[in-house]
């Protein structure tokens, strides 16, 4: 079920102790009219976040989080997604309404987003409270991968505390570690690193603070069983909804916007969700420069590029990166190719200045190669490159 009302009201009219799971997504007190167009500009989505002041906001949220608690089955929980713009006031808050006894995690949501001018530092997360009705909430365990780093093979020894209090293996009668049967990997933490929606994903629909499906199936999973009820008091364009509804779960949804609540039904009828190649393989897929290359790249202080066979790097000069693509010949590749492919890739991205070193021997090349165009400097190997820094640095950025 999805309504179009202020949640106030239309909480008031559900029976007490029914929603297994409250997610919200309420307005961060921004001070100003969020809007966004869809990718063909056709529809502009908007709703003001404007306030008197804190106090009046705090006490709308406060105000609903009642009626939310109401709702509530005594072993539901609820989940309240925010950022740094007030999310201290709304911890307040929700200690008012459920008490702080209940408050079981603040999940830090993190993802790569693009730098901006502004001063400070970026801001790369926004936060999640995480609250039970009482201390007998349903509770989902879910475990995830091993980091790189872990050593596995001593997972699975058994430990135990010494008369100091300190671990230590546990050994049997004849001396040996004793061994754990199975691990199913590492419990969930409070901190989800999970892409920020992609302006070109199919899920994307055009509407302001849009989050991804991906974040939602994790909220749900966690606290709720196939054939439960998920409400969602401020369901925007309707993503807690097509979670619910792609993981088998009972849904209720309410918006005040009625361009809202028409875009949440149409996404529920026609569900689209977004993989993540991040998620699915791992930050490590994406890193297939070759080893010998990277240290190239290092030596010259060059930020390396993945995923592109015309340019390896581009030139850090002063602690900042420039738009000087870097290619690096390959052991088994003429330098006519490697040329044709660097000019490829920056012609096609506009770049006027590169660097190719050379690194095969069977070619003879000057340290700056009179034949090749203009904007491309040949370098007779990484050892010149270092010890002409300063000139090539000078003939590109002059």
Request: with cysteine.
């Amino acid at each position: 079920m999805i309504k179009q009302g202020d949640c106030k009201i239309e909480l008031k009219k559900i029976e007490s102790n029914i929603v297994d799971l409250i997610y919200l997504d309420p307005p961060f007190f921004t001070q100003k009219k969020q809007f966004q167009k869809t990718r063909d500009n056709a529809k502009e989505y908007f709703f003001d976040d404007s306030w008197k002041n804190i106090e009046t906001y705090k006490a709308y949220i406060e105000e609903r989080l009642l009626e939310c608690k109401r709702v509530l089955k005594n072993t539901g929980s609820i989940f309240l997604h925010c950022d740094r713009t007030a999310s201290h006031y709304l911890r307040i808050a929700l200690d008012n309404v459920f008490g702080s006894n209940n408050f079981q995690s603040e999940i830090i949501w993190t993802y790569k987003r693009w730098s901006n001018a502004k001063k400070g530092l970026l801001n790369a997360h926004q936060v999640i409270y995480f609250y039970s009705k009482n201390d007998n909430f349903k509770f989902n365990r879910i475990f995830e991968d091993y980091s790189p780093t872990t050593n596995i093979d001593q997972i699975f020894q058994k430990r135990i505390r010494d008369e100091n209090g300190k671990t230590k293996y546990k050994k049997n009668a004849v001396g040996e570690c004793e061994l754990i049967q199975s691990k199913k990997g590492v419990p969930l933490s409070d901190v989800w690193n999970i892409p920020y929606l992609n302006p070109k994903a199919n899920e994307r629909v055009g509407y302001p603070t849009q989050k991804p499906i991906l974040l939602l199936e994790k909220v749900i999973q966690l606290v709720t069983d196939e054939g439960d009820i998920v409400l969602d008091p401020f369901c925007g364009s309707g993503t807690t909804l097509v979670a619910a509804k792609l993981l088998n779960r009972k849904y209720f949804g309410i918006d005040i916007s009625e361009d809202a609540v028409r875009l949440a039904r149409d996404r529920v009828n026609n569900p689209i969700r977004t993989d993540s190649n991040l998620l699915r393989n791992g930050k490590n897929s994406y890193l297939n420069q070759d080893p010998e290359i990277l240290q190239i790249l290092n030596e010259i202080d060059a930020i390396p590029v993945q995923r592109n066979k015309g340019i390896d790097g581009f030139l850090k000069i002063n602690d900042s990166v420039k738009p000087i693509p870097v290619k690096v010949q390959r052991f088994n590749e003429t330098l006519e190719k490697a040329r044709q492919l660097l000019l490829q890739a920056s012609n096609k991205n506009g770049f006027k200045m590169r660097i190719l070193i050379k690194t095969n021997n069977s070619y003879n090349a000057s340290l700056f190669e009179s034949n090749m165009p203009k904007g491309l400097l040949v370098v007779e190997g990484i050892n010149e490159f270092v010890k002409n820094k300063e000139k090539i640095i000078l003939t590109l950025t002059n």
